[in-house]
């Protein structure tokens, strides 16, 4: 999972504008608490459809709970010139805690734990210092947090489906945990959906602040339709 983007465009996530309202975009623009970001987490294009429940069963081979227990620093990549020496992404080893849904005939069963790349970090030229790099409206799966994950088989393993197939899930609960490299609650999110779109019909805000069974009944329910 490379969900690593450049960002040029206006934020176009509820919670990205939130964040943005309530100071947080701030601080992840300027490196505050050692954080240096693309604007606004950055600006994705999904390798697949990944937004409705209908994208997640028509895509996904499986939707896991799952929590990082190891990370690794890989595909270090030198600058010869910059802000930055180098940078690095991470081979994330996630341990599978729950598989709440699976495609019918998946491209390959989901084992105990599998491996994810994540964003990893810039180095500063002139300091040395380490700064997270962030995945594009979505988190960047460290340890010590749990996630909802949309994921499917590929030629270069296994990917999420896009931002929207990477939802936290800290304590069982949709949108509560890390986010972009920062901890936020369910209602951070939930008071940034007001600026939300009427037709925003996201599986991640329809679960916003619940648990498993209501991302179970979602999927079970698109896969009626």
């Known amino acids: 999972m490379d969900l690593t983007y ?9 919670v990205a504008l939130f964040l943005a309202l309530a100071g947080v975009a701030g601080a992840l623009l300027v490196g505050s608490g050692g954080l240096d970001t693309v604007v606004g987490c950055g600006s994705a294009d999904d390798p697949y459809p990944s937004q409705t429940a209908q994208d997640w069963v028509e895509n996904a081979d499986h939707v896991v709970v799952a929590t990082p227990v190891r990370e690794e620093e890989t595909n270090r990549r030198e600058f010869k010139k910059g802000a930055y020496r180098f940078q690095t992404d991470r081979t994330v080893t996630l341990r599978t805690d729950d598989v709440l849904w699976s495609a019918p005939r998946p491209d390959r069963s989901i084992d105990e734990g599998f491996e994810l790349t994540a964003p990893g970090w810039r180095i500063h030229r002139a300091s040395g210092n380490r700064v997270k790099r962030t995945a594009a409206y979505a988190p960047r799966l460290e ?23 990477a939802v936290p899930f800290d304590d069982r609960t949709a949108g509560r945990g890390e986010w972009c490299g920062r901890v936020l609650t369910e209602e951070d999110v939930a008071r940034g959906e007001r600026f939300s779109r009427r037709a925003d019909d996201s599986l991640e805000k329809a679960v916003n602040g619940r648990d498993e069974q209501a991302v179970v009944a979602g999927l079970e329910g698109a896969g009626r339709s």
């Open 143 to 165: 340890p010590g947090h749990t996630y909802l994950l949309a994921v499917r088989w590929t030629a270069d393993g296994w990917a999420v489906l896009g931002e929207g197939a």
């Open 6 to 14: 450049s960002a040029d465009r206006i934020p176009r996530r509820p």
